[in-house]
């Protein structure tokens, strides 16, 4: 997104909730430009639409809430969803722990930590998968997709810095 269609962006905004008056409309669009520059012109409208028809307060949106705006109707996987994979998975868990590990999607295979896991819970009586792991597999799925969801919303170059930092931090281990 330019500056040009940020300015353009702050004008409707304005049309839509006439009491949004920035103190200073040049610093405004720095400022929702260095967040927004990642999106196109027509994600960030079609957030500001979806904001200005859902939220009945009466206040302009900030640049985070055009971001929550623009992941509306994204499908994701319920907890649920991803521990009905895994059950599956432990199946075959003992044998073919490393497989059914690798066909896990990407979210599941973080919140379940390694194949070595799945095929130690394979092994647990199933009461004990159904309730103990069940549970510690729920929380770990909605900490990382939630953890997800806020790096999605970052501008790229501090996402980048993160994963640069993060990296850093498991290399010197």
Sequence with gaps: MTTQEVRMLLAITGVYFPNYKPPNHDLAVNAWHEILRDYSFQQVT?????YATTNTSGFAPTPAQLIDCMNFGKEEKSPEEAWDLV????????YGFREE?????????KAVGSAENLREWAKLEKSTVQSVIHSNFLRAYKKHAEREATMQ?????????????????????
């Design 46 to 50: 079609m957030g500001l639409k979806i």
């Design 87 to 94: 059950s599956k998975a432990l199946t075959n868990g003992i």
């Design 153 to 173: 919303k970052l501008p790229q170059d501090v996402r980048s810095l993160i994963e640069g930092t993060a990296k850093q931090l498991t290399d010197n281990i």
């Design 101 to 109: 590990y690798a066909k896990l999607p990407e979210d599941v295979r």
